[in-house]
Nanobody
Framework: QVQLVESGGGSVQSGGSLRLSCAASRYTVSSNCMAWFRQAPGKEREGVAGIGPYGRTTYADTVKGRFTITQDNAKNTLYLQMISLKPEDTATYYC??????????????????WGQGTQVTVSS
């Protein structure tokens, strides 16, 4: 059974940084598409960043230039480096993995496996 375990969330002030990690079990992070999503209270889940099987990435406009998605194949872990955080980045962040995908995408329906989420809170 595929398991995705996020960590690295926390509380920071506006302008701060965090790095989220997503450790995968029974799934090879480099083999397919993975992504980070987030959901704020009362809002729909939205895609933040995605990475495809060939390493290409895609980002939501709201985080471009501030967030970077990477993967460490040796550690089988997906990361999301977040800088210049804003209060509107406050949300629960989820990593997701696809069984079959050809290019980086943040389409929710593409993803078959989800982590439990990690909370990010940015105060002004």
């Amino acid at each position: 059974q595929v398991q995705l375990v996020e960590s690295g969330g926390g509380s920071v002030q506006s302008g701060g940084s965090l790095r989220l990690s997503c450790a995968a079990s029974r799934y090879t992070v480099s083999s397919n598409c993975m992504a980070w999503f987030r959901q704020a209270p009362g809002k729909e889940r939205e895609g933040v960043a995605g990475i495809g099987p060939y390493g290409r990435t895609t980002y939501a406009d709201t985080v471009k230039g501030r967030f970077t998605i990477t993967q460490d194949n040796a550690k089988n872990t997906l990361y999301l480096q977040m800088i210049s955080l804003k209060p509107e980045d406050t949300a629960t962040y989820y990593c997701a993995a696809a069984r079959s995908c050809f290019r980086a995408t943040m389409t929710t329906a593409t993803y078959n496996y989800w982590g439990q989420g990690t909370q990010v809170t940015v105060s002004s």
